[in-house]
């Protein structure tokens, strides 16, 4: 079993419709959440990085983590063409004395105009 | 958040020979990590970098193939040595400030023929 888990997609959704992206995760020592967007060709850019259990929100963005079900999500709003991209989940937790993230596969996204 | 400059871009090698990448962080940071992102799979941690002691690879990553320098706070290296197609990957440097989540350089893509 992998340490996370995630639907590479693809995901296709209309201009407008409300997105969301999930995560599980097997490994309790994770204690911060992030989420990333990849455009084609260009490094992973952080949108969300959340510690605790419950929600955050940043604009049309919300990031979701359920700690008990070692769940997490990230909701878009009102979704744009520009919001095509790949998102990647990643945790992190101390492995071997020092903090070490581990990525999703990521889940590609398609907003439709 | 840091921001990270990251050179070459892209490069196509001649298998045998040696590519080093540079990483340039706007500000100074602590560790820096190297990651190989290969299509259909997640960010895999090849190695992180601390200034002033020898890098930390991950396994299945070994010195001689990937050495690594980082000279100071704001500055690090990877080199793929006696490169292979199966080395063609992008390969991403990351970098985190403080309690910040972890930011990325855009990404070298490299093909080796």
């Known amino acids: 079993q992998k340490e996370v888990e995630q639907d590479p997609g693809p995901l296709s959704v209309p201009e407008g419709a409300i997105v969301s992206l999930n995560c599980t995760y097997s490994?309790?020592?994770?204690?911060?959440f992030m989420w990333y967007r990849q455009y084609s060709r260009k490094g992973p850019e952080l949108l969300m990085y959340t510690y605790s259990s419950g929600n955050k929100e940043d604009g049309r963005f919300t990031a979701q983590v359920d700690k008990s079900s070692k769940y997490i999500s990230l909701f878009i709003r009102d979704s744009q063409p520009s919001d095509s991209a790949t998102y990647l989940c990643?945790?992190?937790?101390?492995?071997?004395?020092?903090?070490?993230?581990?990525f999703g596969i990521g889940t590609k996204l398609q907003v439709i105009p | 958040s840091a921001v990270i400059s990251q050179k070459p871009s892209r490069d196509i090698c001649q298998r045998g020979t040696s590519l080093t990448i540079q990483c340039q962080v706007d500000?100074?940071?602590?560790?820096m990590f190297w990651y190989r992102q290969q299509p259909g799979q997640s960010l895999t941690l090849i190695a992180t970098a601390n200034q002033g002691s020898e890098a930390t690879y991950e396994s299945g990553f070994v010195i001689d193939k990937f050495p690594i320098s980082r000279p100071n706070l704001t500055f690090s290296t990877l080199t793929v040595s006696n490169m292979s197609p199966e080395d063609s990957s992008i390969y991403l440097c990351?970098?985190?400030?403080?309690?910040?989540?972890?930011?990325f350089g855009s990404g070298t893509r490299l093909t080796v023929v």
């Open positions: 990643a945790m992190s937790g101390v492995s071997g004395g020092y903090q070490k993230v581990t």
């Open positions: 500000s100074q940071v602590t560790m």
């Open positions: 990351s970098a985190r400030q403080g309690t910040s989540g972890y930011t």
């Open positions: 490994n309790s020592a994770f204690q911060y």
